[in-house]
């Protein structure tokens, strides 16, 4: 997996969002505000491939969290993520 190119980061007034770069002017759908470990796990995978099991690493090496937990909650991302077409596969 990927993340789109057609999505970006941004930090606007210290609140963090993912941008659709091709969206519609005027379509709010485009935008997804995300929070700090979010933020922080995107710009880990930024440009590069990675698979889920990468992802439940990385948040499970910086994060004191158990590895079920991290491991649902990036199935969980991963499945908006793919829904809205932030993730090319």
């Known amino acids: 997996m990927k993340l789109s190119e057609n999505y970006i980061l941004r930090t606007v007034a210290g609140e963090h969002m993912i941008v659709n770069t091709k969206g519609k002017k005027g379509d709010n759908s485009g935008f997804f505000s995300i929070n700090d470990p979010v933020e922080w796990l995107w710009r880990k995978i930024d ?32 499945k908006i993520w793919k829904t809205y077409g932030i993730i090319a596969e």
């Open 47 to 78: 440009g590069r491939e990675f698979t889920e099991e990468m992802l439940v690493d990385l948040i499970c090496g910086e994060y004191e969290v158990s590895r079920d937990v991290a491991a649902t909650d990036v199935a969980n991302l991963l």
